[in-house]
């Protein structure tokens, strides 16, 4: 267990500067591409609810040191762990649907609780929906990469 | 009891720890200007930007080719204002020898690379290699040879955070040219090349193509920057305020090198808006 912690502290370090040095520039309608997502996901569905919710906690502070409000991401991240865990049915780990749709649903809390928090609940409805749903379908191609890379690990 | 309280853990585990875990990032979220939480990120914006500024320097040296045409236009356009300044310059010093007035000491000037920019649709913000051993500190003004580009929010001691005008928590107070119509350029979202100029009444007439200037009660900005030029101004009868798009003078997409205005906040004015607002 303590190796798998350390893989996925690495994997987190990794995948933060790749997301602030790349994916953060892929920027469509308020999107982007979010590897610390997949990564929260991918965590939460293999060691369950409890651990995918802390392990979306610490994703997130990461983020926050690397992006700069602090506490932002720890939240959206937090809650995207959370609604991932509940795809985390052993029978279902090598299915990629399975993955695709937590991811989906992960993504579309996420952005959802992090608009709303970074907004004070100030923004408008369709804004914040707009946001969650497309930040939601552009992940799932990326989703469906980082699935299929990490294949042999799961 | 006890066997309650096992069942609770065990079987509500999660949602403890969700509920935890956001309450967790909230007090973060709300104690984020506490000084604890400042040199944490002082610390992480070393460390990124230590990381960031030699993957910089080879994207720099590819974009050689691009930058080179970008600095032959600004040098053209630079050449014809240097003459015009030159003939302003006489006649701006036969008017002083008449008013006995001195000549203004030009402003300390710190030239720095943008090394990292991070993208948002509403708060993006940009770090750059001079920190506090350059004597950067928070609250200067950050410029470019086209007008106001931010301010400095954080600072380590090699790098610095700067909140660009197109940030929305960004504000600036400006004045018109020559209207001389006082009012705040704020940006809200979207496009990173206009903002919003607010707080001017509909009772009162603004030109479109009228230069915006930083004002003399900015609380970070020394006067007279530029900030834009406002673009379109629109008037409902119902609204007490216009409308008013501003096409920012500086262009955000292609920032790379700033100047950070090395003139020290004013204290004393900012504790006391402070003070004010404790009051409020």
Not at chain 1, 133 to 145: C, D, E, I, K, M
Request: hydrophobic share 45%; with cysteine.
């Amino acid at each position: 267990m303590r190796q798998r912690i350390l893989w996925y502290v690495g994997g987190a370090i990794a995948l933060g500067f790749l997301q602030k040095l790349l994916f953060d520039r892929l920027l469509v309608f308020g999107a982007k591409p979010d590897a610390m997502l997949l990564l929260a996901v991918w965590i939460a569905r293999r060691e369950g609810q409890s651990f995918g919710t802390t392990a979306g906690f610490v994703i997130g502070l990461l983020m926050d040191l690397l992006h700069g409000t602090m506490g932002l991401d720890a939240f959206a991240k937090t809650v995207s762990g959370f609604v991932a865990g509940f795809f985390s049915n052993p029978d279902d780990l090598e299915k990629v649907s399975n993955f695709l749709i937590a991811t989906a649903f992960a993504a579309l809390f996420g952005t959802s609780a992090y608009e709303l928090v970074s907004t004070a609940l100030q923004a408008p409805f369709f804004k914040w929906t707009l946001s969650a749903v497309a930040t939601s379908l552009y992940n799932l191609p990326f989703a469906y990469l980082f699935f299929e890379g990490t294949k042999r690990f799961t | 009891m006890r066997q309650l309280l096992d069942f609770i853990i065990y079987d509500f585990r999660q949602y403890i720890l969700l509920v935890v875990f956001c309450l967790i990032s909230l007090a973060l979220l709300v104690n984020r200007d506490t000084p604890a939480l400042h040199a944490i990120r002082g610390a992480s914006v070393e460390l990124f930007g230590a990381i960031e500024t030699p993957l910089k320097t080879w994207n720099r040296y590819f974009g050689l080719i691009d930058e080179n045409a970008a600095l032959l236009a600004t040098n053209a356009e630079l050449s014809a204002e240097v003459s015009r300044m030159r003939t302003a310059q006489i006649e701006n010093e036969k008017l002083r020898e008449l008013l006995n007035c001195k000549a203004e000491t030009p402003r300390a000037l710190r030239f720095a690379h943008v090394v990292d920019r991070t993208f948002h649709p509403e708060r993006n913000l940009f770090m750059i290699d001079a920190g506090s051993q350059d004597g950067v500190e928070v609250g200067m003004a950050v410029l470019t040879d086209k007008g106001l580009a931010g301010r400095i929010i954080l600072t380590s001691p090699h790098f610095a955070i700067v909140q660009p005008v197109i940030n929305s928590d960004f504000k600036v107070s400006v004045v018109s040219e020559k209207t001389r119509l006082l009012g705040v350029v704020h940006w809200s979202g979207g496009d990173i090349e206009t903002a919003q100029l607010l707080h001017i009444p509909a009772s009162r007439k603004i030109e479109v193509g009228e230069r915006l200037l930083t004002t003399e009660f900015s609380s970070f900005a020394n006067a007279n920057i530029p900030v834009g030029t406002v673009e379109q101004t629109e008037t409902s009868d119902n609204d007490l305020f216009q409308r008013i798009r501003v096409r920012l003078s500086v262009d955000f997409s292609t920032l790379e090198h700033v100047f950070v205005d090395l003139t020290k906040p004013n204290v004393e004015q900012n504790q006391l808006r402070a003070r004010y607002r404790e009051f409020q």
